[in-house]
């Protein structure tokens, strides 16, 4: 598939939405800063959210090896929009907030079983031109490199996700890593068990994909799964980093602080170690 749009119209079109996320922002006080592994607030004076620190030491306690190397993703996303909202003026961040918002009726909206072609394109849109242009492995050639996406865990979704429909054409030459999920467990926890990869990765480099990470413990178990079945690195590249002020305090204080208008470079590299 060739990008639909060059990066300067690409810009243009979504350029508004976009945040590079700048892990561990610092604290100046005012704003919290963000997770150092994930980028989400986090209260100051802390340098981790709760799931990373939780994974994190899991790792550490049990021998695992870290399930994700380094971690991407293109946007922040703000959950709750509402059209009718007046707007708070009052607030520095609103109009990142109200693009955070209609980014994530994006993220949520293409994979609709009734979606519009309009969300659709965007979301195949940001994928190819995320894909195109921050993949792990350029300005190699690629040698060596598998893709997988984090399976759902929900068992109601019905054929095939959309954005599996996307990927595998974008990245019709690399090899498909067989990632399924093995077990039912509670989604909100890490669980190093819940997917599994028949096949052999050993050596192999991963580039693992997801629409959205919330609060990560999916693409993380995930990436165990890759790990177990002998991969060497594994990077996440999510498309979004799913936000909700309403549920979390330094949520709010960061959005309202204007911490979404980082501002978006499509020269810097978006990628976080994790490890």
Known sequence: MTSPLGS?????????????????????????????MCGTPVTVGYATCYPCHAVRDVATRTGIPFPLDRLAFLTYAVEGFDVTRPV???????THERQG????????GFKAPRTSRVLWMSAAAWTVWMLQNWAPWLPGNGAGWHWAQVPSVRSHRVGEHPLHAIVKVVLAQFPEADLRVSRSSDAREFDPERFICDQSLAGANVVLIDDSWTT???????????KRAGAKRVDGMMLGRLLNPARWAPTAQFIEHDGLGQGFDAARSPWISLI
Request: charged share 20%; hydrophobic share 40%; glycine share 12%.
């Open 88 to 94: 708070p003026v009052s607030l520095t961040g609103d």
């Open 216 to 226: 990560g413990v999916n693409a993380l178990s995930a990436g165990a799964a890759l």
């Open 8 to 36: 300067s119209l690409f810009l243009r079109e979504y350029g508004s939405f976009l945040c590079n996320v700048r892990a561990g922002l610092p604290a100046d006080g005012v704003r919290p800063g963000t997770c150092e």
């Open 101 to 108: 918002r209609q980014a994530y009726e994006i993220l949520k």
